[in-house]
């Protein structure tokens, strides 16, 4: 069995172990569940550094090694926020999610092909590598962002027991923790944006060129922007706290999907045929 296949079937073990933890809460099962997600982010990055020493160089050349590392950078940024915030049921969608990311990967070619000279540059490390741990605190923030929309009307608003009872389905101020994960990719994403147009500058000798990839990457970062300040407007249109959570959490799935097309869905452009930035499966 190939080493992608048994980090797939570690992932899908994973989300049982979380959703177990959720049904009969212990320390043991949080533990294994965690466990079981920290294996399956060493397999993973056990592909990204298998697939480096085969190709000769960092595994960002082509689409199917960008998802496999995408993949192990949303497993590392959510080990991460497990730790500080014990986050529960997330674990479940979380690893989900980061194994829809390698089986989409199955589906791309896997041949290894010599980089254009361009890619050959420091810069290409420190951009893809800001931008994927952006995107991975993004994913994160989806996942955070469908539960708290599903669990959201179970939510019971009787008088004096509402916040227990709340407690019960969401952990308190769970609403809140989309936004701080997003206010820790978005460093990441300016900082992908920032070092992507200093790369341009030397290898093509523009900073910006309008090119399709770097317009839908200017349209995921505003769309971001957008989400860390809404919350400031918000209160100021008179809209109450219960309603403001719901509009961005909305958002943040908008965003995310904003993030999709940007990584992936530029392919299939016929516009961006011709971009240097897209992920070529070809």
């Known amino acids: 069995m190939s080493l992608i296949n048994i980090t797939l079937i570690v992932y899908v073990v994973a989300s049982i172990a979380y959703i177990a933890r959720e049904i009969w809460p212990s320390a043991g099962i949080r533990w294994a569940s965690l466990g079981l997600f ?3 982010f060493c397999l993973n990055l056990a592909m990204v ?11 960002f050349s082509n689409l199917y090694e960008s998802l496999i590392f995408y993949a192990c950078c949303t ?6 926020f497990e730790f500080v915030y014990n ?15 390698l089986l989409y990967a199955t589906l791309q070619d896997d041949t290894i092909r010599p980089i254009m000279p361009a890619l050959k540059s420091n810069w290409m490390l420190v951009h893809v590598v800001t931008y994927m741990l ?39 101020n769970f609403d809140k923790l989309s936004y701080k994960i997003v206010a820790f990719g978005f460093p ?8 992507g147009a200093v790369w341009a500058k030397k290898a093509w000798g523009d900073y910006w060129s309008w090119d399709p990839k770097e317009t839908w990457s200017l349209i ?32 943040l799935l908008i965003s995310f999907g904003i993030v999709n097309f940007t990584f992936v869905g530029m392919n299939y452009l016929p516009s961006a045929e011709d971009s240097a930035h897209v992920y070529g499966s070809k």
């Open 134 to 172: 952006g995107y991975a605190a993004f994913g994160i923030s989806f996942v955070t962002s469908i539960i708290f929309l599903v669990a959201k009307p179970f939510v019971k608003k009787t008088h004096g027991s509402s916040r227990e009872e709340e407690k019960e389905i969401l952990p308190r």
């Open 87 to 101: 986050f529960r049921i997330v674990g479940a969608l979380a690893s989900v999610l980061s194994m829809l990311i």
């Open 188 to 195: 990441f994403l300016t900082l992908g944006l920032v070092t």
């Open 75 to 80: 497993t590392f940024v959510y080990i991460i």
């Open 49 to 59: 550094t298998k697939r480096s020493i085969e190709a000769g160089h960092p595994p």
């Open 220 to 251: 995921t970062w505003l769309a971001y922007l957008v989400y860390l300040h809404t919350p400031l407007v918000l209160p100021k249109m008179n809209i109450n706290k219960s309603k403001a959570a719901v509009m961005l959490a909305i958002w």
């Open 38 to 40: 920290i294996l399956a």
